[in-house]
């Protein structure tokens, strides 16, 4: 009974014109999507993989320079793109996308997509994850919201039950026949997705991409399969149509409109992020009062030059065996990066307060909870952000103390104009990075996959009781 019942409503679905014709838009959307959205992950990786060879080979293959002039000379890192960021592209249109590193200073990223784009990427972006998270919930309302309530005012749901079936069996039928309609609507843009990717989008199978976008498919799933419960839920315990589609419409526009926006305004108004021009006062005022690096005679250079010249068993700076302006850049560089890291380590926490906001949202909106985990798997996400920002400092740092290494030892004390060799620069490695694999990424979000687990349990269990107290007549 309970499969002829499946079978029915899976059949019946899909000789609604109306429906059909909803479910053909949306399947087009998504196709549309996950072709356009990989054409833009492509121009965006070329343009950017171009831009950081182009970047290495200048830094390579630098005229003969005073080491310090190459450290301010500086260089590029560019972040590669996630391999299934083009099924979301999360953050990735609005934070930066190159670092420019040089002695001294630590950079944010610039150069985003937003920055470049007009107004309008401000109302958001088609992208695969867009159609998944907000137009199926919307075509599964449609589709479920006459579950229960059609077959009362039909009074076929008393013929059903008069065959000795429960409430609950007829639930779960009507929930098996709906996922499969789902499914249909679903797998084909998922299948071209993964044949994209793997097969003639020219992506290497690695055990980790893959691991992501079988992540990224299991998460919406069962997403789906909460918006069925929770639609067939509220389809039963409803007398009429037309209040059950307006009762689901409103915890639609609850979830994927309203609780979002207020959980980012919410996170935004209890922890304030200090303006640009504000931190650049904060930092360069506690710089100044740290070690200048360019700047001899300060006391601790005072310092530092009777140290180093006690410790060597010398006279003058010119008999010490290591170049003493080298080894206070090196000072310098290393107190200006702790107070730069300081105050971007500060940032980053209120940046991550005010997610933390939306990521406890999500135990109230599975909504949120889908869309985290989203982003995490495509790699466009706040963490994933904040992990390229982190290696790109660690390059440049590394950068800067190897260039002030070779002034200390190769360039005497007080030689301004000395030009090292330009094979010098070669043997520097270049800028690569390499996104953290998906365990990372999935660690970042314990919650909202907390949130999404006891979603699923409360529509299985709490939701399917309350069918049970459906009201027949």
């Excluded at 429960?166 to 044949?195: D, F, M």
């Excluded at 690695?206 to 498919?217: A, K, M, V, Y």
């Excluded at 740290?290 to 310092?303: L, M």
């Excluded at 939306?358 to 982003?375: C, D, F, K, Q």
Aim: glycine fraction near 6%; charged fraction near 20%.
């Amino acid at each position: 009974m309970i499969k002829s019942i499946a079978r029915k409503e899976f059949i019946s679905t899909l000789r609604d014109s109306r429906f059909m014709a909803l479910s053909i838009i949306v399947l087009l959307l998504l196709l549309a999507a996950t072709v356009v959205g990989l054409n833009s992950y492509r121009t965006l990786q070329e343009e950017r993989d171009v831009a950081q060879q182009t970047v290495n080979d200048q830094f390579a293959n630098s005229v003969d320079r005073h080491p310090h002039r190459m450290a301010h000379y500086g260089s590029y890192a560019f972040r590669p793109k996630s391999s299934i960021s083009f099924l979301d592209f999360g953050l990735d249109s609005y934070t930066g996308a190159a670092v420019f590193m040089e002695a001294h200073r630590q950079n944010s990223a610039n150069f985003s997509q937003a920055q470049q784009s007009s107004s309008l990427i401000r109302f958001g972006e088609m992208t695969v994850a867009f159609v998944l998270q907000m137009l199926i919930p919307l075509l599964i309302i449609f589709l479920c919201f006459g579950a229960f309530t059609q077959e009362k005012e039909t009074g076929t749901l008393k013929i059903l039950l008069s065959q000795g079936i429960s409430l609950r069996q007829v639930a779960w039928a009507k929930i098996t026949g709906y996922s499969k309609v789902v499914g249909l609507v679903v797998a084909p843009a998922l299948v071209l997705a993964s044949l994209l990717l793997f097969g003639r989008g020219g992506f290497e199978l690695e055990g980790d991409t893959l691991l992501r976008l079988l992540l990224f498919i299991l998460f919406y799933l069962v997403y789906f399969f909460i918006f069925i419960v929770l639609s067939v839920v509220v389809s039963s315990l409803h007398q009429r149509s037309n209040t059950a589609l307006v009762t689901l419409l409103g915890i639609w526009i609850l979830c994927c409109v309203i609780i979002p926006k207020a959980s980012a305004n919410l996170g935004a108004n209890l922890y304030t992020t200090p303006t640009k021009a504000q931190m650049d006062a904060d930092v360069h005022e506690e710089v100044a009062k740290g070690v200048d690096g360019h700047n001899s005679q300060d006391e601790r250079a005072e310092a530092l030059k009777k140290e180093l010249l006690k410790k060597y068993k010398v006279s003058t700076l010119e008999e010490l065996p290591v170049n003493f302006d080298g080894v206070w850049m090196a000072m310098g560089e290393e107190q200006s990066s702790k107070v730069f890291q300081e105050h971007f380590d500060e940032l980053t926490d209120i940046f991550d307060k005010q997610n933390s906001i939306s990521e406890y949202a999500s135990l109230l909106n599975p909504y949120l909870a889908v869309r985290h985990l989203s982003m995490g798997m495509a790699g466009s996400d706040f963490s994933h952000y904040t992990h390229f920002q982190n290696k790109a400092e660690e390059y440049r740092y590394n950068l800067a103390q190897g260039l002030n290494n070779i002034q200390t030892t190769q360039i005497k004390y007080g030689e301004k104009e000395t030009r090292l060799s330009s094979d010098t620069w070669k043997n520097f490695k270049p800028f690569t990075y390499e996104t953290p694999h998906a365990g990372w990424a999935l660690g970042n979000h314990l919650v909202s996959l907390l949130a999404l687990l006891v979603w699923l349990v409360l529509v299985s269990t709490v939701g399917i009781r309350l069918i049970d107290k459906t009201k027949v007549a």
